[in-house]
């Protein structure tokens, strides 16, 4: 019971970081510049927890191929939601939020509902992976998502105030989006308590590795695609920060 509700805690806390970070767009506007340091600094927690936590704990478990594949699934269904529904991360794809794709909103608020919800579950069951692995991973994987989830807000309170939603409906729209964070967590904790002992270990590493592939797209998306045109140094030094902020998290915890 103690485990299954740090899992719901955990999760919980990055929805109310997320919703918070919508309501701070409602009141405190932010500017593009700031917006893509925070961007680039979520994202470099990304890669980090991927580099420093999510690989080298897959690899015990799983075989080259299978950790291969397993990032490669991550990777490639973020991918195609972004190419065929919609930008799978409001956060990462903010310079595409300008006057147009407001104006336009209602014909693409279904897809990007859509596109929300599965990152968001992702995150959920990323972090319930990640607590039930333990260690160092556990709080690697927490930092990273809740660090991503404060921008990931804003930018989706901006662009519903954009589209012309009154503060209240877009916070809600925000909060409900949001909320399949928590989902994700539950589906983790399911999954996870249905596994023996024998399989427990492969299906978390693998479910780990599926994760870290799709924080590998959500990092280089946001660095590689859009950002690095509104500033290289803005966006280079916050993203490093964040990768250089989830190792030194991680040597310090294994230190420990």
Known sequence: MDHSLSI????????VLAVGGGALSMVAPMSHRRLCALI???????????????????ATALGWWQLVVALASGYVVFLLISKYVYHVC??????????????????IASALIVALAV???MDGLAIAAGHEH??????????????HKVPEGLALGALLLGAG???????????????TTIVGGVIGLAMFSQHDHAHHDWWLAAVLAHAGGGF??????????ELLKHGKALVLANFLAG??????????????
């Open 216 to 225: 590998v797209f959500l990092a280089t998306h946001a660095v590689l695609g």
């Open 165 to 179: 939603y009154s503060r209240g409906r877009a916070l809600a729209w925000v909060a409900a989006v949001e909320a």
């Open 40 to 58: 680039s600094l979520a994202a470099g927690t990304l890669l980090g927890v991927t580099l420093f936590s999510i690989l080298p704990e897959a």
């Open 119 to 121: 990152h968001s579950t």
């Open 8 to 15: 719901i805690g955990r999760v919980v806390l990055a929805f």
């Open 243 to 256: 990768v250089a902020l989830i190792g030194a998290a991680a040597a310090a915890v294994h230190a420990w």
């Open 134 to 147: 333990g260690g160092e991973t556990d709080l690697t994987m927490l930092l990273a998502v809740c660090v």
């Open 90 to 107: 409001p956060a990462c794809a903010a310079s595409h939020f300008d006057e147009a794709t407001t104006h336009r909103f209602s014909e």
